[in-house]
């Protein structure tokens, strides 16, 4: 019986190894932290083999096959054994890849996945599709395979767990853009994070999609490297796209073939020059799969947005309050800066990814009020904005952090969480961030 090895045992971990032991694999877990109470429980049921608080080698390194987990760095020294060792290491995608016949739409880029993601599974299932969304996303793909059957997979794909896939095809591909992020992972070298951005239009063939921005600098740089034979599909806000989609006289208009659809730019639930980036994705993949253009329509017209993703939580004494807990980047702080009006209370930090602050320098100098730093080490924010923000004011809690925003803001601001970096220093993830976030600005 092959033995496959899963390091980490959060939702990636827990729905591959369910999957491996639904397939009758010799299947173990390890993670070198603490599994919580709820993956346990999986496991427990399934009668799959782990342990936690640590990785024991010997059962770790007679593996045929390892499937890591996208936040475990290949530099592990776990990682490092296993590879001297010539075992192969893939990604919970590519796994659960071999197991499933459905429609793969894969989405990629610096900032925006998750939105987009979520928009074109609204779309299907208001076209009738039966669709699941997985990834990075909500319930692991490897368990949605294992548990249910769905015709499409929206997959929402990090760059972490593109570099673990490799047979893996996408049917339609989309690259929103990209941006310097994560480069403490890639040798804080831009090239490497782009190639493996590009890794989501290996394998496609002359009947695939590959839907990208044309605006995208970096993107655009790179695209004519790439052996491509999937059928081209660009989005633009600046230029006339004759397949794929642009902007025209206020208008979002998508041709795929002679097939037409329009709607007014105003009309989009989604707002802000990203959002139309988003949107335009969302619609061109509406356009290859053939859905009615009233169905796209209503799907971009009335799409809600996603949780920590520039979201409204309050308005107290005419004070928003923005929760923008995923902006884990500083394009992620650009696209929040540029889409509010009126001056700003911006809480920022955590665990810094190689940040470049000078991208939003412009926008900080004119938009912010205060910046309120939420982190263990502030140091470089507090320099590089010391001559630009007049009032800078260090926390290292969520409810001190709000109370200051909301001392510092003035009736008409926008008090906005938009962090810029990963969360891991004071919160279990991002997600753990915006909801002690919401509850401490209902607290106030």
Known sequence: MKRIVILGGGESGTGSAVLAKIKNFDVFLSDKGKISDEYKKILEQYRIDFEENRHTEDKILNADEIIKSP??????????????????????????????NAKKICITG?????????????????????????????????FQVATENHDYYILELSSFQLDGMFEFKADIAVLLNITPDHLDRYDYKLENYVRSKFRITQNMNSDDCFIFCADDKITMAHIEEIVLKAKMLPFSQKTNILQGSHIESKSLFTQ???????????????????????????????????????????????????????EFVLSISGIKFINDSKATNVNSVWYALDSINGKIIWIAGGTDKGNDYSEIMDLVREKVRAIVCLGLDNSKIISFFKDTVPIIAETVSIKDAVEKSYELACQGDTVLLSPACASFDLFENYEDRGKQFKKEVRNL
Do not use: W
Not at 72 to 95: R, Y
Not at 280 to 305: P, Y
């Open 256 to 310: 795929i073939n002679n097939n037409v659809f329009s709607m007014l730019v105003d009309d989009l639930s989604l707002k802000g020059k990203h959002n139309i980036y988003n949107s335009m994705a969302a619609a061109i993949t509406g356009k290859v799969l053939d859905i009615r253009n009233e169905i796209i329509r209503q799907s971009l017209s009335t799409f809600k947005g996603v949780e920590h993703r520039l």
């Open 110 to 142: 610096s900032n925006g996945k998750t939105t987009t993601a979520t928009l074109i599974c609204f779309l299907l299932k208001n076209a009738g599709i039966n669709a699941g969304l997985a990834g990075n996303i909500g319930k692991s793909f490897a």
């Open 71 to 100: 936040g475990i760095p290949d530099k592990a020294p776990v990682v490092v054994k296993s590879k001297e060792k010539g075992i192969n290491i893939i990604s919970e995608i590519e796994f659960a890849g071999r197991y499933c």
